[in-house]
């Protein structure tokens, strides 16, 4: 593996560790983005910046028990690696319309971009599998 390849491998195994917050901040760059297509959860689509992603990685790991990221392919090109992966992540209490054990399940299409061995950018497609009701 490329070591842009290794870099996002890494991140994706420190979130199913469950590193969070200012754990899960030595993985990014100063100035990296998440760019959040429009989906299930996200209707409007958002644009979060270094900040809002780590304050977003406490609060999945706050909402979900465990979470599960099964890299399809990866495939590095310049500066970004394209990914496609099936996210799982088990909801550890209630909360909204999502009860404590319910497994949610994302088809992931990714794009990130490395820049000195960070995350630079994340271009997210999250396609949900209907929430159970």
């Known amino acids: 593996m490329s070591s842009a390849v290794d870099t996002v491998a890494s991140f994706y195994t420190a979130i199913e560790q469950g590193r969070h917050g200012d ?3 030595g993985l990014l760059a100063p100035d990296a983005v998440t760019i959040e297509r429009p989906n299930a959860l996200v209707p409007g689509g958002r ?3 270094r900040a809002a992603m780590i304050a977003a990685s ?4 706050g909402l979900l028990s465990s979470q ?3 890299v399809h392919w990866i495939q590095e090109v310049g500066d ?6 099936t996210w799982r992540g088990v909801v550890a209490q209630d909360a909204g319309p999502f009860l404590t054990g319910q ?3 994302a088809h ?3 794009f990130v971009r490395v820049r000195d061995g960070l995350i630079a950018e994340i271009e997210t497609y999250d396609c949900y599998e209907p929430f159970a009701s």
């Open 47 to 49: 644009v979060s910046d």
């Open 103 to 105: 497994e949610l399940v």
């Open 23 to 25: 754990a899960l901040a």
């Open 80 to 85: 970004t690696v394209a990914v496609r992966l």
């Open 68 to 70: 599960q990221y099964d």
């Open 108 to 110: 992931i299409a990714q």
């Open 58 to 61: 406490s609060a999945g790991a």
